[in-house]
């Protein structure tokens, strides 16, 4: 397995859009394979396509191993999703999407088992999030929602590591998924929480919390037979994706920063000494990730790709292109000077905008969502370029409110990765927003995968990740702000919007 031609094979698993990537051992990408899956509805549910994903990367496994040598598959998936099994090992009950909501009894219930959302938030780092984004809550509503089926469970597993069961057969469990917004972990104890006990799972779930880097197993007959790959590929235990994100900066960056991780989520990471909640902070979308080396970074989030989509979708409607325009400085002096168009958050109620609905603003007049919807809406939705303009705008300020939330200090460096990185607009006007710091770009494409990349070498070489340090390099490109001395005085107005 010493082969320097071999590979490292990383499956990425993101809420619509799964990817199977291969490296080299020097860190390189080679290769790589995509597909978008959508969750399953089902009902008032949501469920998780995991039949689906594992067919998928089973076979695009298979077309992969047929150009390449392959030693190790690591995994990453979004936080929040489990699989319940039984004593065959088979799927005991639909694997609930986080995106379920369960309904407002299910809620109360679960608020009452638990107790004061606030001291969970203290204690386990975990907000009130809606739906099912929180596993604890998933868990309650399963055996609410599917006593027989629950009960019949003898394992409850994570997703990362449910997929790494598929491969291997073996079941176990690692610290970075159940440190991230699942109520079951006590960040001040640094032990399980009493939540796990009060559901009543704590013979369920695997109790060694391994490192994201352990060997889980090699891949079973029956795997190595459908894909062609060698029996003795191991496969590591996974990691949560926006800690996958954070492996390689963690080792690289020396000095305080700030990670701005975009895509369907926006995700704003950066690693403090120990948990420490501001009384502002409770209540609000902000928690605490356990990160891969069982430090901790305090993480705030919102849904930014999916809400510009919606947007663009809107104006493309109404002008018949979906481009994204060409920087022009003027049109945005213009816009924020006048301090009189608004795209307000939020399409959807996560974020750091809770209590604000989603509306256009002209003027005087405010347009709901559902009235833009329907053709109606303010006059400058009638030009393409402005109406672009001002939804990336709410998407910097979006962000700005996050990156405060996530314990942002000006001259603190801002490192932007992911898919709005290629927004020329949204990561000049974040360093226009954060003037007194370095805000950057970087060379990584993949982070998530990237950082699972590290992890499976690791594991391929028998070392830890901070022994791979000088087998590769973090390049960033610096970010120069715009010349807008009206934006704080547009930020203001926007942050009175957004509260009336």
Avoid at 397 to 423: C, D, Q, W
Avoid at 471 to 496: G, H, I
Wanted: aromatic content about 8%; glycine content about 8%.
């Amino acid at each position: 397995m010493q082969d320097a031609s071999t590979h490292i094979a990383v499956i990425d698993i993101g809420r619509t859009n799964k990817k199977l990537l291969l490296y080299d051992l020097k860190l390189n990408p080679v290769d790589g394979a995509y597909a978008t899956i959508d969750d399953i509805p089902h009902g008032n549910e949501n469920h998780e396509p995991i039949d689906a994903t594992a067919a998928w990367f089973l076979n695009a496994l298979a077309d992969m191993a047929a150009r390449h040598p392959i030693a190790n598959i690591t995994i990453t998936t979004y936080g929040g999703a489990f699989v319940c099994l039984d004593e065959q090992g088979r799927v005991a009950l639909p694997a609930l999407s986080g995106s379920t909501d369960p309904g407002e009894d299910i809620q109360a219930s679960f608020d009452a088992l638990i107790g004061d959302p606030r001291r969970i938030q203290r204690r386990m780092a975990t907000p009130r999030m809606p739906f099912l984004s929180v596993m604890a809550r998933g868990i309650h509503y399963v055996k609410e929602r599917y006593p027989e089926q629950f009960a019949r469970t003898r394992t409850l597993i994570n997703l990362p590591q449910y997929y790494g069961y598929l491969l291997t057969g073996q079941t176990g469990n690692e610290r970075t998924y159940m440190g991230t917004h699942t109520a079951l972990w006590d960040f001040e104890r640094m032990a399980w929480s009493e939540v796990r006990e009060r559901l009543g799972v704590e013979a369920l779930i695997p109790p060694t919390l391994s490192r994201a880097w352990d060997v889980l197993g090699t891949l079973t007959p029956e795997v190595a037979r459908q894909t062609g790959l060698d029996p003795e590929v191991r496969v590591t235990m996974g990691i949560h994706d926006s800690n996958a994100a954070m492996v390689p900066f963690l080792i690289k960056q020396p000095e305080d920063f700030m990670l701005v991780s975009t895509g369907s989520m926006c995700v704003v990471m950066h690693p403090e000494p120990r948990v420490r909640f501001r009384e502002e902070d409770l209540g609000e979308m902000v928690y605490y990730n356990l990160n891969a080396f069982d430090g901790v970074f305090k993480t705030a989030l919102f849904v930014a790709g999916l809400e510009f989509d919606i947007y663009m979708g809107i104006f493309g409607g109404r002008h018949g292109r979906q481009d994204q325009p060409d920087i022009d400085p003027e049109l945005l002096a213009n816009i924020v000077g006048r301090r009189e168009e608004f795209i307000l958050p939020a399409i959807v109620p996560f974020g750091m905008y809770l209590n604000s609905a989603a509306r256009l603003v002209e003027g005087e007049q405010v347009y709901p969502l559902g009235d833009v919807f329907s053709g109606k809406g303010p006059r400058f939705l009638e030009d393409y370029e402005r109406s672009c303009a001002l939804l990336t705008l709410s998407m910097a300020l979006h962000t700005r409110k996050a990156m405060e939330r996530a314990g942002y200090t000006p001259g603190m460096p801002v490192i932007i990765e992911g898919g709005f990185s290629n927004n020329a607009l949204y990561t000049r006007l974040i360093a226009s927003l954060a003037p007194e710091s370095p805000v950057m770009l970087t060379g990584l494409k993949e982070a998530s995968a990237f950082g699972a990349a590290l992890l499976g070498l690791a594991a391929h070489e028998g070392m830890s990740p901070h022994q791979l340090a000088e087998r590769f390099t973090l390049t960033t490109t610096r970010v120069p702000p715009f010349e807008l001395p009206n934006l704080q005085a547009y930020v203001e107005t926007f942050e009175r919007q957004t509260q009336g």
